[in-house]
């Protein structure tokens, strides 16, 4: 007669991990590293919590900046400036699933006023249309960091493009900030130092395309087909060359290591078709002051749309799950990933330049309060 294996109902059960010594607390947390693993130790309890300080990268440190009046440029009432850390989170699946592959790409803060159990310490409140909102567990997600931007919080001026920060560092200086606002067709700085908004000089009188910042200084491109370098200290404006050859550009940092500028042509400015646009690409040469063009991305994928252009290492990402390096992603719309010398057959097409790969396409299903990308399989 066959005899059936007893399993312990115990060895089902996980491991409480509260009850292990508290002397082994301050070797576990010198060997976490991760912030989402800490945040995920300071849930166990309350002297787990006590062991494990909240991550300072997920803060968002804020500042409270005057407005303007639209006509007069006077100073009026207060608005709140407010770093947000940027994160990709990929949901884990199975291999044998059939499922789109499924992204998350936004900020996320800290909310102490919502209790949550254990496991799901550390989760992203997910809305999708035509679903209730949920919480997602980061537990089942690979998470990349995607660096940080600043957002304006009570206050949405006409045409208001986007904001760029950057503190003073220098002797002298330390604790100081400047901040610029792109806003309709000029640039608008302000200094801690003076706390007033005024017009940044030296720059065109057009559409500024992309504010960014990079290695301590700021670069913004226009659609008038030129990118600046901004000095922060002195507001010294340098022109950078060659300029654009096409009034649609964006810039992307990768990190603190490199600088991209991406420029799109758009065959048919009447129909705005993501899939019959091609890009070319180059990295700035900051020691030369010029753009060089370049036909590999370093094993990156940019992401350029919402939340801004942010660049995310491929390296960890798995094979087969939907996105490669080298590949651009436009998230203004359902689209193909973008690589280099992608043959489309016609002998009409130059292979020299970014494309539509036609492999995997990307839907968005959302855009707030994280942007919700599913690719297909």
Known sequence: MAMKKKTSSSSMKPADWSLLPEELLPIVSKNVEHCFDVVHARSVCNSWRSMFPFPSCLLRPSYSLPTFEEFTLESKDLCTLEKVPLFLFRVKTPVASTSPFEYFLGGIRRDDHIDLPSPIQCSVKVEIPCNDSTLMNMLDCQIFSLGHQYRLIGWEPKDYRGVAFLPLNKKGREGEFVVILNYTNILMVLTSGEMKWKRLENVPYAICSDLVTFRGRFYASFLSRNTFVIDPYSLEVTLLMPSPQKPLNYLVASGNDELFLVEVTILNFDIIDFSRFTCIVSRLDEEGGKWVEVTDLGNHVFFIGHFGNVSCSAKELPD??????????????????????????SAEDDLNCWRSTRENRVMILNTSPVLALQVER
């Open 320 to 345: 087969g799950c939907g996105l490669s390096g080298n590949s651009i992603l436009f998230t203004n719309e359902p689209i193909f990933a973008y690589k280099y010398g992608v043959n489309t057959g």
